[in-house]
């Protein structure tokens, strides 16, 4: 009997469906969909909104304790391995939360392993048996490094993830400098995206606070400082559990430990099925791996056993023991092996305590190498997360052939993607030894930090090219290289160098929406060069004070830029004056027009429409000058937006007719998205969206694709917009649920507003007060929190017309009264609040109305969303 693979979330749905006897129109009419969303859906082009998906697995017939699996599957949450097989009758595991307790699905992030677990059965049911027990809430691996904690905890978590209902997580600690950026790290693996003024461990908490969740945090060793906080995780998150590795205890209250030790390793060469013994197995599976015709014999049997023995089943020890069978016989690597354990003295090493044994086996391959090649491989220490070809060749020096030397050797290992990598703990061993050589080091560094900030800067072009995609994946690969390299440059005072990758490395940070992590790292370099430019002005030398004041304005710009993307206009505005007071002087540049046109949008932000039109035009002045298309097509397009809001139509449909002529010109998807958010209103108005529709559908295919979910979420909503004036509803209400969940998951308060704006005016026109309600008001609120009255006034339009269709018609009118005399307010507010304000007046008394002004008046915009009043 053959057994059909599901690959994905549609494949499976297509399956199921046959096996109820339902075809893709038999389900479309049950489910209320078109034929052509079913058609999307099975082939993967796009995930079903929670509504369509919660009625598709009614009609599927998916069993109650599947459902929230299956939603998630269905929203991509899950892979669809999740689900079980769509057969005629369902097993489903029993979980250890009760589905009543389900809430919403955080999303899973666990790496595959390459290659199966070998042994580690009696931990493994140690672990999840104690992952089950209520009383244990965090349980740390402790052991020596090498002993395979993380393996173990990967391990634990696949086989634990479906068991609970909220799934599992990894995170990795090992790049992690310092206990304050735990939060933030565990943010980011978790897809989590801060914004607005609550401190980033609050929000993190919240999002947390119900969710059945199993957390792995690994390598946590050298952050045992900050763990305080997972104390604190526990008591805010009663659900989390947390699975931790470190190689000393966390030392909290809530912590379980478990000891991890070595395989088990055989007592003599006696043992019956010695190739089952689980020390034994690996180092056969890694010996036939290194040399595909290695075989055992019994004459190995004496030799492979003291292997074992002598590393005391260290499970990194026995893999790069065995990959020496490609030179050496089993006995002679026993001989080298015991001529570097000769210091031992029963069970402690004469080595730092994160060495002990493993220092051993890398002491040996360290001695075998030739000079050339102990030179290379210490250089090679210097990259994290990974490296290229052509990075080792003009950092270390590493050719192709001594690669491949490393690469046989065990020491550096080659992924399937071409790129190498070195394990964390032979890089460490590796680092002593280049520092070692202060010179070598400091060289070595400077050329680390070089090549990557130069890649950024070769990068640019591309960046903002219809090959956006494949520079976001190249540069991501290296992403903890690029972080490295700006950090010593920072500290070694590179500014040209600094001021060269800023660009780049803003619009890489924005394409991955690292807002946080973009404003710090401006901010940090910021820091230094006011140091220099303070001791400058103090000795009152002048050579490159220009320099220096150019550059500081730079990374200002930036650090104020991602300071506005999460919501705080008003601390992004002082630090836009403050970079412009230092960038005015020196005459035109693209950073001056950078500056002008994103501190417009800042006044465009507050309700400040002249001072927004001001820096628009300056700013295309400026951009002109210096010839920068990409920053044209911008302040074309914000200053459109400004037109469109004091209702100059046709001058804002002009004006931002010309920035999508440049977007299209440039190819860059993620500008088209951007400024086709603003077209996708006025060309509303005017009547000329459709004409645009291929552009921004292929616009929102490539935002797929690169998973810009910014992208994705502003594309959705222009979308949107384009199947509600087509007369598709339900289609519109669907990809607007959708942006509603990837904008809140980027943080872009602004974008989040915008969609819940556009799907309460939606469900109001479908009568589903309630929904329009709910979404207009978390729009209002949070655009009142982070000072954007446009939007929020915006949302008081749309929350009168719900109370006025609920019959709360001086409730209603109270709220118009306040919306037409706010000197913030749109010409199309206006517009709209005037007409809704004299239908309702209509059905007021005179007396009525004089009341209801008078309230407006006594009364907060607070008090009037609040409590309604019935009339």
């Given at each position: 009997?053959?057994?059909?693979?599901?690959?994905?979330?549609?494949?499976?749905?297509?399956?199921?469906?046959?096996?109820?006897?339902?075809?893709?129109?038999?389900?479309?009419?049950?489910?209320?969909?078109?034929?052509?969303?079913?058609?999307?859906?099975?082939?993967?082009?796009?995930?079903?909104?929670?509504?369509?998906?919660?009625?598709?697995?009614?009609?599927?017939?998916?069993?109650?304790?599947?459902?929230?699996?299956?939603?998630?599957?269905?929203?991509?949450?899950?892979?669809?391995?999740?689900?079980?097989?769509?057969?005629?009758?369902?097993?489903?595991?029993?979980?250890?939360?009760?589905?009543?307790?389900?809430?919403?699905?955080?999303?899973?992030?666990?790496?595959?392993?390459?290659?199966?677990?070998?042994?580690?059965?009696?931990?493994?049911?140690?672990?999840?048996?104690?992952?089950?027990?209520?009383?244990?809430?965090?349980?740390?691996?402790?052991?020596?490094?090498?002993?395979?904690?993380?393996?173990?905890?990967?391990?634990?978590?696949?086989?634990?993830?479906?068991?609970?209902?909220?799934?599992?997580?990894?995170?990795?600690?090992?790049?992690?400098?310092?206990?304050?950026?735990?939060?933030?790290?565990?943010?980011?693996?978790?897809?989590?995206?801060?914004?607005?003024?609550?401190?980033?461990?609050?929000?993190l908490f919240k999002y947390l606070k119900m969710k059945h969740?199993?957390?792995?945090?690994?390598?946590?060793?050298?952050?045992?400082?900050?763990?305080?906080?997972?104390?604190?995780?526990?008591?805010?998150?009663?659900?989390?559990?947390?699975?931790?590795?470190?190689?000393?205890?966390?030392?909290?209250?809530?912590?379980?430990?478990?000891?991890?030790?070595?395989?088990?390793?055989?007592?003599?060469?006696?043992?019956?099925?010695?190739?089952?013994?689980?020390?034994?197995?690996?180092?056969?599976?890694?010996?036939?791996?290194?040399?595909?015709?290695?075989?055992?014999?019994?004459?190995?049997?004496?030799?492979?056993?003291?292997?074992?023995?002598?590393?005391?089943?260290?499970?990194?020890?026995?893999?790069?023991?065995?990959?020496?069978?490609?030179?050496?016989?089993?006995?002679?690597?026993?001989?080298?092996?015991?001529?570097c354990l000769d210091f031992l003295s029963g069970n402690t090493?004469?080595?730092?305590?994160?060495?002990?044994?493993?220092?051993?086996?890398?002491?040996?391959?360290?001695?075998?190498?030739?000079?050339?090649?102990?030179?290379?491989?210490?250089?090679?220490?210097?990259?994290?997360?990974?490296?290229?070809?052509?990075?080792?060749?003009?950092?270390?020096?590493?050719?192709?052939?001594?690669?491949?030397?490393?690469?046989?050797?065990?020491?550096?290992?080659?992924?399937?993607?071409?790129?190498?990598?070195?394990?964390?703990?032979?890089?460490?061993?590796?680092?002593?030894?280049?520092?070692?050589?202060?010179?070598?080091?400091?060289?070595?560094?400077?050329?680390?930090?070089?090549?990557?900030?130069?890649?950024?800067?070769?990068?640019?072009?591309?960046?903002?090219?219809?090959?956006?995609?494949?520079?976001?994946?190249?540069?991501?690969?290296?992403?903890?290289?690029?972080?490295?390299?700006?950090?010593?440059?920072?500290?070694?005072?590179?500014?040209?160098?600094?001021?060269?990758?800023?660009?780049?490395?803003?619009?890489?940070?924005?394409?991955?929406?690292?807002?946080?992590?973009?404003?710090?790292?401006?901010?940090?370099?910021?820091?230094?060069?006011?140091?220099?430019?303070?001791?400058?002005?103090?000795?009152?030398?002048?050579?490159?004070?220009?320099?220096?004041?150019?550059?500081?304005?730079?990374?200002?710009?930036?650090?104020?830029?991602?300071?506005?993307?999460?919501?705080?206009?008003?601390?992004?505005?002082?630090?836009?004056?403050?970079?412009?007071?230092?960038?005015?002087?020196?005459?035109?540049?693209?950073?001056?027009?950078?500056?002008?046109?994103?501190?417009?949008?800042?006044?465009?932000?507050?309700?400040?429409?002249?001072?927004?039109?001001?820096?628009?035009?300056?700013?295309?002045?400026?951009?002109?000058?210096?010839?920068?298309?990409?920053?044209?097509?911008?302040?074309f397009g914000l200053l459109g937006g400004v037109l469109h809001?004091?209702?100059?139509?046709?001058?804002?449909?002009?004006?931002?007719?010309?920035?999508?002529?440049?977007?299209?010109?440039?190819?860059?998807?993620?500008?088209?998205?951007?400024?086709?958010?603003?077209?996708?209103?006025?060309?509303?108005?005017?009547?000329?969206?459709?004409?645009?529709?291929?552009?921004?559908?292929?616009?929102?295919?490539?935002?797929?694709?690169?998973?810009?979910?910014?992208?994705?979420?502003?594309?959705?909503?222009?979308?949107?917009?384009?199947?509600?004036?087509?007369?598709?509803?339900?289609?519109?209400?669907?990809?607007?649920?959708?942006?509603?969940?990837?904008?809140?998951?980027?943080?872009?308060?602004?974008?989040?507003?915008?969609?819940?704006?556009?799907?309460?005016?939606?469900?109001?026109?479908?009568?589903?007060?309630?929904?329009?309600?709910?979404?207009?008001?978390?729009?209002?609120?949070?655009?009142?929190?982070?000072?954007?009255?446009?939007?929020?006034?915006?949302?008081?339009?749309?929350?009168?017309?719900?109370?006025?269709?609920?019959?709360?018609?001086?409730?209603?009118?109270?709220?118009?009264?306040?919306?037409?005399?706010?000197?913030?307010?749109?010409?199309?507010?206006?517009?709209?609040?005037?007409?809704?304000?004299?239908?309702?007046?209509?059905?007021?008394?005179?007396?009525?109305?004089?009341?209801?002004?008078?309230?407006?008046?006594?009364?907060?915009?607070?008090?009037?969303?609040?409590?309604?009043?019935?009339?």
């Amino acid at each position: 009997m053959n057994i059909e693979v599901i690959t994905t979330f549609g494949h499976w749905v297509k399956s199921r469906r046959k096996i109820l006897d339902l075809t893709q129109e038999m389900l479309a009419q049950q489910v209320g969909c078109s034929l052509a969303a079913i058609k999307k859906i099975e082939s993967g082009e796009r995930h079903p909104s929670r509504q369509i998906a919660g009625l598709m697995a009614d009609h599927l017939k998916v069993p109650t304790k599947l459902r929230a699996t299956f939603i998630s599957a269905a929203r991509g949450e899950y892979a669809a391995y999740a689900l079980p097989p769509p057969t005629q009758d369902f097993f489903v595991p029993d979980k250890i939360f009760p589905d009543s307790l389900q809430s919403t699905i955080i999303r899973t992030s666990l790496p595959t392993p390459v290659a199966p677990l070998i042994g580690r059965e009696h931990e493994l049911t140690e672990i999840m048996g104690l992952m089950q027990d209520p009383r244990c809430r965090l349980l740390t691996l402790t052991g020596l490094g090498g002993i395979g904690k993380t393996r173990l905890a990967l391990e634990s978590a696949h086989r634990l993830q479906t068991i609970f209902p909220d799934g599992a997580g990894y995170v990795s600690l090992i790049g992690v400098s310092s206990p304050e950026f735990i939060i933030p790290t565990i943010a980011d693996e978790l897809g989590i995206t801060f914004s607005g003024p609550t401190s980033p461990k609050a929000q993190l908490f919240k999002y947390l606070k119900m969710k059945h969740y199993l957390l792995v945090l690994d390598n946590l060793e050298h952050l045992i400082a900050g763990v305080e906080i997972l104390g604190e995780l526990l008591l805010q998150a009663p659900k989390i559990r947390l699975l931790t590795t470190s190689r000393e205890q966390l030392h909290l209250q809530a912590e379980w430990v478990l000891e991890i030790q070595g395989l088990p390793v055989p007592q003599s060469t006696q043992v019956e099925d010695l190739e089952n013994v689980s020390s034994v197995a690996l180092f056969l599976q890694r010996a036939r791996q290194a040399n595909v015709g290695f075989t055992f014999s019994s004459i190995d049997r004496p030799a492979l056993v003291r292997i074992c023995q002598l590393v005391k089943g260290l499970p990194l020890a026995i893999e790069l023991a065995a990959a020496w069978t490609r030179m050496l016989t089993c006995q002679e690597i026993v001989q080298e092996i015991e001529c570097c354990l000769d210091f031992l003295s029963g069970n402690t090493f004469d080595v730092p305590e994160r060495h002990r044994s493993i220092t051993a086996v890398f002491d040996h391959s360290w001695k075998l190498l030739s000079p050339d090649e102990q030179n290379t491989l210490k250089r090679l220490s210097v990259f994290q997360g990974g490296f290229s070809r052509e990075a080792a060749e003009q950092i270390a020096g590493a050719t192709l052939q001594m690669l491949a030397v490393l690469v046989d050797k065990s020491l550096v290992r080659r992924s399937g993607t071409g790129r190498y990598d070195i394990h964390e703990l032979i890089s460490q061993y590796l680092l002593v030894q280049l520092n070692n050589n202060e010179e070598e080091e400091r060289v070595t560094r400077e050329q680390h930090s070089r090549y990557y900030l130069t890649l950024l800067l070769d990068r640019e072009v591309i960046l903002k090219s219809q090959r956006q995609k494949a520079a976001v994946t190249e540069l991501m690969a290296d992403i903890d290289n690029i972080r490295l390299a700006w950090n010593e440059a920072i500290e070694n005072g590179m500014v040209d160098v600094l001021v060269q990758a800023s660009g780049p490395l803003y619009f890489f940070y924005e394409l991955n929406q690292y807002f946080i992590e973009g404003a710090t790292c401006f901010k940090v370099c910021a820091k230094m060069i006011q140091g220099r430019l303070t001791v400058l002005r103090n000795k009152n030398e002048t050579p490159d004070k220009k320099n220096l004041e150019i550059a500081l304005g730079n990374m200002l710009n930036y650090q104020a830029f991602f300071t506005l993307r999460p919501g705080n206009y008003r601390e992004a505005l002082l630090l836009f004056q403050d970079s412009l007071a230092l960038l005015r002087p020196h005459g035109s540049s693209s950073i001056l027009a950078f500056g002008l046109i994103h501190k417009g949008a800042v006044h465009m932000a507050l309700g400040e429409l002249e001072a927004a039109s001001e820096l628009f035009n300056e700013g295309l002045t400026v951009s002109y000058i210096t010839k920068d298309s990409w920053l044209q097509a911008m302040a074309f397009g914000l200053l459109g937006g400004v037109l469109h809001n004091q209702g100059k139509y046709q001058e804002a449909y002009r004006s931002i007719s010309e920035s999508i002529s440049l977007c299209q010109s440039i190819g860059d998807p993620y500008l088209t998205i951007l400024m086709g958010a603003y077209y996708s209103h006025t060309a509303q108005v005017v009547g000329h969206l459709l004409e645009t529709q291929d552009l921004f559908s292929e616009s929102l295919r490539i935002a797929r694709e690169s998973g810009n979910r910014w992208g994705i979420g502003t594309g959705l909503m222009i979308m949107s917009t384009i199947a509600r004036l087509q007369g598709n509803d339900l289609e519109a209400r669907s990809l607007l649920e959708e942006s509603v969940v990837l904008n809140r998951e980027v943080g872009d308060l602004w974008s989040l507003a915008w969609a819940l704006n556009d799907l309460s005016f939606l469900s109001l026109k479908q009568g589903d007060l309630q929904t329009a309600e709910r979404c207009v008001l978390e729009a209002f609120t949070s655009m009142v929190e982070a000072g954007n009255p446009v939007v929020a006034l915006e949302a008081l339009v749309i929350l009168a017309s719900i109370r006025s269709q609920s019959g709360m018609n001086l409730d209603a009118f109270e709220i118009t009264v306040y919306i037409l005399q706010n000197p913030s307010i749109t010409t199309e507010s206006r517009n709209r609040a005037e007409k809704l304000q004299a239908e309702i007046a209509a059905m007021l008394t005179a007396s009525e109305i004089e009341t209801a002004r008078a309230c407006a008046q006594a009364r907060s915009i607070h008090d009037l969303i609040g409590e309604p009043q019935t009339g």
